[in-house]
């Protein structure tokens, strides 16, 4: 698994001492901040090709009848705009890999976009958002293909590359949060006392600034079609 950071610097940060004890409970705390914020962010980190199917009918949530326009809510977040991006659409789910039947809504050269047209906006490439313009066929079915999260660099175990400032702040918010709660890096934690009177404060400030980074980063949103199938492949 991947890591936002070394031991070395997480240990070094927090002021720790350089012992085999400490770095293996530090390990583990990387290991779980990178478990506890992809499931706050409702999204994973690692590089992927990702394939997500949409079916979109008139009463989809995702479907706004007056303005024509579909809303997306990819399977992932921290779409790469820089890669290819697909989206097809077909009247059957299983047209989708025929290209004589599918439309391709992106590709402004492609022979199967006959409105020579890019319908499609990449609304919020963080959080994973689509939207579709000038939808006039209400009952279809999407497939979008792209490219998700981060690259690495060499390490053992690797780390992650190209994160976000916020994201970064917010790894160290939950490194540090559970830092404090561990029993090895801090014995003091399974006293009720010690818990009290030195740490809450600063647990309780822990968890607001990241509950406050979360509001606005959160992927998956209301008002969003979700996918019906989706399937992500790991980048080489």
Not at 29 to 56: P, S
Not at 101 to 113: E, G, I, M, Y
Not at 189 to 197: L, M
């Amino acid at each position: 698994m991947a890591r936002f950071q070394t031991v070395a610097k997480l240990r070094d940060r927090l002021g720790y001492a350089n012992r085999d004890d400490i770095n293996g409970a530090i390990g583990g705390v990387l290991d779980d901040t990178v478990l506890a914020l992809e499931g706050k962010l409702r999204t994973k980190f690692d590089r992927v090709t990702v394939v997500d199917e949409f079916m979109v009918l008139s009463k989809n949530y995702g479907f706004n009848q007056l303005t024509r326009m579909v809303k997306l809510d990819l399977s992932r977040g921290f779409v790469d705009d820089g890669e290819a991006i697909t989206v097809f659409l077909a009247a059957a789910r299983g047209s989708l890999d025929n290209t004589g039947a599918r439309v391709d809504l992106k590709d402004v050269d492609s022979p199967q976009n006959p409105s020579g047209v890019d319908h499609t906006i990449l609304e919020d490439a963080e959080r994973g958002r689509m939207i579709i313009t000038d939808f006039r066929m209400p009952h279809q079915y999407v497939r979008v293909t792209y490219t998700s999260g981060f690259t690495t660099e060499g390490g053992d175990p690797d780390i992650y590359s190209g994160i976000p400032v916020w994201l970064q702040s917010l790894a160290q918010v939950q490194g540090e949060l559970l830092a404090m709660t561990n029993p090895v890096l801090n014995p003091g934690v399974q006293s009720e006392v010690t818990r009290t009177q030195f740490e809450a404060p600063r647990i309780t400030e822990l968890r607001r600034t990241m509950e406050d980074a979360l509001h606005s980063h959160v992927c998956m949103g209301p008002g969003y079609s979700k996918p019906i199938k989706y399937a992500a492949t790991a980048v080489p």
